[in-house]
């Protein structure tokens, strides 16, 4: 019984530092995109130490990654609170999302370094990193979106259908202004 105490009480730590975690990374992303989006239309200019911070962050994601595997452990052993079958779909659909978020952040990464060297051409360049960044945004809508319960109820913050609600759309309407913002500098440039 003590060992079940133990567990649980490792688990709820590890859920409050992932959650808070994830926070820090979806806050730092969204300003990325707004940055990012910036940077497009010229507004803002990339200094040397930019990158660093990025993958810096990044880092982070891979930190949540692994913190995510010992979660969902810890909760598929929870003998106490078992978790329902619905709670575990739950599970799959954020680790679903959230590896196609790593992959398209990784490509959409990875680019900015290895496109120019490929194309010759930048406005090739510019339309396969605007068409990953669409998608990369929308991953990261949805995997928060998905998450967004679990994040208000790790950190103890006021939670509720409509509270949720409200978080998801504000979200949703912040990528989806900066993904048409982007997106149009294709035909506007
Ligand atoms: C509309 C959405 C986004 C736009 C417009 C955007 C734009 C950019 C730009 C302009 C750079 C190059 C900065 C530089 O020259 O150093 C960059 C780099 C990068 N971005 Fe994004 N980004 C977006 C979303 C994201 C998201 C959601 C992630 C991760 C979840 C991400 C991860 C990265 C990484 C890892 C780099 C590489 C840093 C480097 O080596 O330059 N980006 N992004
Ligand atoms: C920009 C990158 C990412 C952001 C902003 C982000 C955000 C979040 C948020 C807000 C949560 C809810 C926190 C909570 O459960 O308390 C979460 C949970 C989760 N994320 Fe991510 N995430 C990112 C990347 C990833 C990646 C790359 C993966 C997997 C490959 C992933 C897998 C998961 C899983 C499995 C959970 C559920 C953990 C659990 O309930 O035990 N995430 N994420």
């Known amino acids: ?9 490792r688990g709820t730590k590890t859920r409050k530092f ?34 660093y911070v990025i993958w810096t962050f990044f ?35 954020k680790w679903i999302t959230g590896v196609f978020l790593l992959l398209c952040a990784l490509s959409h990464g990875l680019g900015q370094i ?18 990953q960044c669409a ?5 990261l809508a949805w995997h928060a979106c998905v998450g967004v319960k679990s994040l208000l109820k790790d950190l103890n913050l006021p939670y509720s259908e409509k509270i949720k609600i409200i978080i998801c759309a504000v979200l949703i309407i912040i990528i989806a202004i900066l993904g048409a913002i982007m997106v149009a500098h294709e035909f506007l440039y």
């Open 59 to 93: 880092g982070l994601i891979i930190i949540h990654v692994i913190t995510c595997i010992f979660t969902s452990y810890f909760m598929l052993i929870d003998k106490v609170n078992a978790p329902s079958k619905k709670k575990k779909n739950h599970l799959l659909l």
């Open 135 to 139: 998608i990369l945004i929308t991953f």
């Open 114 to 131: 290895f496109l120019p060297q490929f194309f010759s051409d930048l406005s090739t360049v510019f339309l396969i990193d605007t068409i």
């Open 1 to 9: 019984m003590s060992t079940d105490k133990n567990l649980k009480k």
């Open 18 to 51: 992932n959650a808070f975690l994830a926070a820090i990374v979806l806050c730092f992303f969204i300003i990325h995109i707004f940055a990012g989006t910036a940077f497009i239309y010229g507004y803002l200019q990339v200094d040397s130490w930019v990158p």
